[in-house]
């Protein structure tokens, strides 16, 4: 574990994040810096703090308004914009502003729009509890869930193309 990673630990404890919740937040955090590491020009400490953090929302409730908890959580501590960005954007590759307002959420776009927040949002994805998943396990994943011909079957596809042909050979 880096120890810088120590302060983000805390945050998450102190908002209320189970193990489990921290467990998964330091695998996104993991996955997120290996991906970065391979693009050129990223901010690897901020996608290093939006990995650990993504998921502070959960402290409050782990079904999708959890993204919106963590921006209210994060907001009310101090965290700097580009994390609150993440925390806000990593949830389902994106989502519209329809599929927001069919969700219950507040009515907004939560696409992914740096390159910071793409990683983050995928390695997200690729994080099945602490397991890396494949590309392929879990474009099927979502297919199971959402069904094949949902929205977010195509954004997922389209956000692992993108980050692929920023990797550097």
Request: glycine share 8%; aromatic share 4%; hydrophobic share 40%.
């Amino acid at each position: 574990m880096d120890n810088r990673d120590n302060i983000e630990f805390a945050l998450l404890r102190a908002a209320g994040c189970a193990p489990n919740v921290i467990g998964h937040c330091k695998a996104v955090k993991e996955l997120a810096v290996a991906i970065a590491s391979k693009v050129d020009g990223v901010d690897m400490e901020l996608v290093r703090r939006g990995a650990l953090l993504h998921d502070i929302g959960r402290s409050k409730t782990h079904d999708i308004n959890h993204a919106v908890e963590g921006v209210r959580i994060a907001t009310s501590i101090g965290i700097e914009q580009p994390v609150v960005d993440i925390i806000e954007r990593h949830i389902g590759s994106g989502i519209s502003k329809e599929e927001a307002q069919g969700l219950g959420l507040p009515i907004n776009d939560y696409f992914p729009m740096t390159t910071e927040e793409k990683i983050v949002s995928y390695a997200d994805s690729l994080i099945s509890g602490i397991r890396v998943m494949s590309f392929e396990e879990t474009l099927a994943h979502i297919k199971r869930i959402l069904g094949a011909e949902h929205p977010a079957v195509e954004r997922f596809t389209a956000l692992h193309q993108e980050i692929q042909s920023w990797i550097r050979q």
